[in-house]
């Protein structure tokens, strides 16, 4: 399911972070909008860094996306973990100051609130009110726990444990649930105990990958400094999510394995189609290695860090008295694509089409799709897809412009006098290349 996590500004924030953790292992895609108090608990990478999603909370960042609105609209559930007393009251009033409280407005989608706050704001007679009036629009807010608060004092007003607020979850959405019915805005099937909405398995497309495992990476990794920084690249991941839709479109088995992305994935999720997030370039790689044992096809999409931070700070890194300017030592991360293509030559086992990505800038003295030609052999690879990348090209936008370069085995000889060239729309790119793909396995296969 789509989830949206609002986190309002108390201290029990920081429980909505295992809420998260248990939301995700269930497969479930969450945006988590903090108020902007909030982010005085519980600080925005941190959130971030859990959900693998971008994190805003003013309704003035992307506003491009009208994000105010999309996420509110494009949500199959929205909770609110913990909901302040003023957050309750806010709701009530309609109002619309920042943007969990525009989400709150813009969405109808089921809605389901924990609070957390002192006994006495629980019991005054306001939030008695709000409460009530809530309750009766139909929004779902649970009962605070009893029991210690912040201070010394206890009863009712602690944040329900995250563990009874997933439960809550799950018996609203599973079957026989007050939700268990179709999602008004998406018209999906909130299926019980699956974490991520699927197709029914009749409706499995059989195409020219039908029976093959593919698996694909996109987005970009990050790779942290401190508790709040991290070394990351601008790629949005629609490249690789719309391979990954174009592969399962054709009946293969996929797997999506995302970086940092910022794009949608495809809605619903083909039953076909399994997405793992990951963030850093190791992390990508052990997934990697996993999934393409099995697999038939891999294709590298993914806007991997060749370096990382040689040393992670605890604790942020401040500025110092003294005025000097803190080095950071960088190392190497592992030649993920490389990597595999060694190991699958050296065994003889896993993908038998290796696709790797080269975005390529040039410059004055060497020409760009000279310098892909040359990674093509350099990382032994069946296919790469060149694209040319600068200020404003490519990245994030839908449109894009390929050459799929083709290499005979390892042998280091270009193949394809002619290469695939591909002016379009990230969707359009997608099909030349699983097309090419497709045909290139089909051609090892018939060896
Ligand atoms: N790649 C990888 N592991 C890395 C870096 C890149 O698997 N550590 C993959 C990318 O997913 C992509 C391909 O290699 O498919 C080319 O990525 P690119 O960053 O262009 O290649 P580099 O090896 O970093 O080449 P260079 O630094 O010379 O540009």
């Not at 990954?244 to 083909?270: K, N, R, S």
Request: overall charge negative.
């Amino acid at each position: 399911m789509r989830i949206v996590l609002g986190v309002s500004g108390g201290i029990a924030a920081y429980k909505a972070v295992i809420l998260l953790r248990l939301l995700r292992e269930d497969g479930h895609q969450v945006d988590v909008i903090p108020t902007p108090s909030s982010l005085e608990f519980i600080g925005r990478a941190t959130w971030e860094a859990i959900s693998g999603r971008p994190v805003t909370t003013s309704v003035f960042e992307g506003v491009e996306q009208v994000r105010h609105v999309r996420l509110g609209q494009e949500a199959d559930l929205v909770i609110v973990a913990p909901a302040t007393a003023d957050l309750l009251a806010r709701t009530r009033a309609g109002m619309a100051d920042d943007l969990l409280t525009s989400t709150l407005l813009a969405t109808e989608a089921p809605t389901l609130m924990a609070p957390a706050m002192h006994t006495e704001m629980w019991q005054n007679p306001a939030t008695v009110e709000n409460v009530a009036v809530l309750r009766e629009r139909g929004l779902q807010v649970m009962d605070p726990a009893v029991g210690r608060l912040t201070g010394k004092d206890s009863g009712p007003g602690r944040l329900p444990e995250p563990e009874d607020i997933k439960a809550r979850v799950d018996e609203l959405t599973g079957e026989g649930g007050q939700w268990y019915a179709r999602s008004p805005r998406s018209g999906l099937e909130l299926h019980p105990g699956v974490g991520v909405v699927q197709g029914e398995p009749d409706t499995a497309p059989s195409g020219r990958l039908s029976g093959r495992t593919v698996v694909v990476t996109a987005g970009g990794s990050r790779e942290p400094l401190d508790p709040v920084r991290y070394l990351g690249n601008r790629s949005s991941g629609k490249q690789g999510i719309a391979l990954a839709a174009e592969a399962a479109a054709q009946g293969a088995e996929v797997t999506l394995i995302t970086g940092i992305i910022d794009a949608e994935l495809p809605h619903p999720l083909p039953v076909n189609l399994t997405v793992q997030s990951v963030e850093t370039a190791q992390q990508l790689q052990q997934a990697v290695l996993a999934a393409a044992e099995h697999a038939d096809m891999l294709i590298m999409a993914a806007a991997v860090a060749d370096f990382r931070p040689a040393d992670y700070a605890q604790a942020k890194i401040k500025k110092t008295e003294d005025g000097q300017n803190p080095v950071i030592t960088l190392e190497r991360n592992p030649d993920i694509l490389a990597d595999l293509v060694r190991r699958r030559n050296a065994s003889g086992r896993g993908p038998g089409v290796i696709v790797g990505f080269a975005a390529e800038t040039g410059d004055e003295s060497t020409d760009p799709l000279e310098l892909a030609q040359q990674k093509l052999l350099r990382k032994g690879c069946e296919l790469l897809v060149f694209n040319r990348v600068g200020e404003d090209l490519v990245f994030g936008q839908d449109q894009t412009e390929i050459q799929i370069l083709a290499s005979f085995g390892a042998q280091g000889v270009l193949g394809d006098a002619d290469p695939v060239h591909v002016t379009g729309s990230k969707r359009e790119a997608a099909v030349a290349v699983v097309g090419r793909a497709a045909q290139l396995l089909e051609a090892t296969q018939q060896l």
